[in-house]
Each structure stands twice: as structure tokens, then as C-alpha cells.
């Protein structure tokens, strides 16, 4: 079984940049997916950032030059550091990570981009 527990979240002004973090336990290996995806009130989730088996990374174009996606596999951890924030950007923020047969998911945390 595998848990996924994100943090970073909060309240941040425009052109403000916020970390969120995404700690897995359970059965992790550290070549499997992990990535980021956000869901806006009333919008269907969507792909933020996300790692591949093959090491590469893919982003939204919403978020390119702006978000990078990266990972500490010593502590099973995957970020996301968000610079250059907009007030689009506010959505609840999920990690998640392919084991090969199934997708899990975390909790979700709160990013609020507002003045």
C-alpha cells in the first residue's frame, strides 16, 4: 500500500512563489511516476507537472517556465516549486504516483493566489 501526504499549501499574493512537497510511504520505487495535478472549482482535474519512468519531466503549458517538478528519492518526496504565481493557479493541489497497476492519490492541498 502506498500514502501520499502533500504540504506547502496556503495563501500567497501574485508573483509570490510557494514549495509544495508530496511524501510517499508504503511500497515505493523511486523509477515509478510520481507528478502533480490541480482541480479548480467547478474545472475537472488537470496535469500540472509530472515525472516520468524514463526520468524525464512534462508540464502544462500554463505552468512552463514558471513550476519545476523534482524529487529526492532518499526520502521519497517529490516538489513542486511554483514561482511567478497567478491568481489561475488557484486550485487544490494532488501528488500522485504509478505503481505499474494503479494511480494513488494524497489528500490535496490548498493553493489560494490572491491580493
Known amino acids: 500500500q502506498v500514502q501520499l501526504v502533500e504540504s506547502g499549501g496556503g495563501l500567497v499574493q501574485p508573483g509570490g512563489s510557494l514549495r509544495l512537497s508530496c511524501a510517499a510511504s508504503?511500497?515505493?520505487?523511486?523509477?515509478?511516476?510520481m507528478g502533480w495535478y490541480r482541480q479548480a472549482p467547478g474545472k475537472q482535474r488537470e496535469l500540472v507537472a509530472q515525472l516520468t519512468t524514463y526520468g524525464s519531466t512534462i508540464y502544462a503549458e500554463s505552468v512552463k517556465g514558471r513550476f519545476t517538478i523534482s524529487r529526492d528519492n532518499a526520502k521519497n518526496t517529490v516538489y513542486l516549486q511554483m514561482n511567478s504565481l497567478k491568481p489561475e493557479d488557484t486550485a487544490s493541489y494532488y501528488c500522485?504516483?504509478?505503481?505499474?497497476?494503479?494511480?494513488?492519490w494524497g489528500q490535496g492541498t490548498q493553493v489560494t493566489v490572491s491580493s
Open positions: 508504503g511500497s515505493i520505487f523511486s523509477t515509478n511516476p
Open positions: 500522485n504516483y504509478h505503481d505499474g497497476v494503479r494511480v494513488y
